[in-house]
């Protein structure tokens, strides 16, 4: 209580005909009220203050990431993470403001803090990993690291994101295997659906075939599923085909790339390698013992299909009389 406040009631107990012990007597009990209510308007004050501020700098944030995409994925990060901002503000005011109001009731603080210095220091001891998880899972959810659904590699770990929170992130991998994967021990990781992703397929013409005819009908193929309009949606840009990559003993190998929406890379590879490898069979550029299509990358999911099956030879006819 200020100054002029003070005098204000000191001068109100007079005109009561308080004096003495008994106005300092009702002094205090009308001071201490006092305090713990403007303890109480200022905590409720700086919580909604701070709860606004705490949605203002995820809004900043969001501009400089892919946060700031118009989608329910980033509105519902944006929220999440306001809200954890939120809730960590509130906490700290309102821990201060109970201490404050503690001190106005006549609670001794020293041993009170002292204890407390102690019990958070042994938390802050075994809870290090929890710590360093909620501020990595912070970064991760902030940045768009990536999301729920996204196709990621974590380590030897590589599956669809299930869950993503502050705490963990849990892949289903290609077999089934759900694991389960601490934020803090996340130091690198590949995200195969964020943006764009590229379907890379190399094509072995045989040793012999004629290459330039076979480059043509790559081409002639991979321009069919530009202009397929059921595929349209899942390439983002017109396939290219580059041309001969490398050279061996079984052949020529001819490489082409594609740009695919994000989670199409794989069915993307795939249709590329029928249609081109049943168009070299047919052509007669490769036979069924050399039509191979092969995939740059070792151990993919999406590996070459089995070459067609030769059609039948018709059965002769059946003799007359």
Same mark, same amino acid.
């Given at each position: ?94 821990t201060v403001a109970i201490l404050l109001i503690a ?17 958070? #220091? +042994? $938390? @802050?001891?075994? &809870?290090?990993?929890?710590?360093? %998880? ?7 959810? =902030? /940045? ?66 004629? #290459? +330039? $005819? @076979?480059?043509? &009908?790559?081409?002639?193929?991979? %321009? ?7 595929? =349209? /949606? ?69 590996? @070459? ?17």
């Amino acid at each position: 209580m200020d100054c002029q406040t003070r005098d204000l009631v000191c001068k109100a107990l007079h005109q009561l005909g308080l004096e003495g012990s008994a106005a300092s007597t009702v002094e205090s009990l009308i001071e201490g009220p006092f305090r713990i209510a403007f303890i109480l308007i200022a905590a409720m004050v700086l919580c909604k203050i701070g709860s606004r501020l705490a949605v203002r700098g995820v809004t900043r944030l969001g501009r400089t990431t892919p946060l700031a995409e118009k989608s329910a994925r980033a509105e519902q990060r944006a929220a999440t993470l306001a809200g954890v901002a939120a809730s960590t503000l509130r906490v700290a005011i309102w821990t201060v403001a109970i201490l404050l109001i503690a001190g106005e009731v006549g609670l001794n603080l020293g041993p009170l803090l002292a204890g407390a210095g102690i019990v958070g #220091l +042994a $938390l @802050a001891f075994g &809870a290090q990993s929890l710590v360093k %998880d909620f501020v990595s899972g912070f970064f991760i959810l =902030a /940045e768009d690291q990536y999301g729920v659904g996204d196709l990621i590699t974590v380590g030897a770990v590589q599956g669809n994101v299930e869950e993503v929170n502050l705490r963990v992130t849990t892949i289903r991998a290609n077999d089934g295997t759900v694991w389960f994967v601490p934020n803090g021990d996340i130091r690198m990781v590949g995200n195969a659906a964020k943006d764009w992703a590229k379907a890379v397929v190399d094509i072995v013409v045989p040793k012999g075939a004629d #290459l +330039a $005819l @076979a480059i043509a &009908a790559i081409t002639n193929e991979v %321009d069919t599923l530009a202009a397929d309009e059921a595929w =349209a /949606e899942a390439l983002t840009e017109k396939p290219q085909v580059l041309g001969v990559e490398t050279m061996g003993t079984e052949g020529v190998t001819v490489r082409v790339e594609v740009k695919t929406a994000p989670g199409n890379r794989a069915r993307v590879a795939r249709e590329l390698r029928t249609r081109i490898g049943a168009r070299l069979y047919r052509e007669g550029i490769a036979s069924r013992q050399d039509w191979r299509v092969e995939s740059p990358v070792p151990g993919s999911p999406d590996a @070459a299909p089995s070459p067609p099956s030769p059609p039948e030879p018709p059965l002769p006819p059946l003799p007359l009389g």
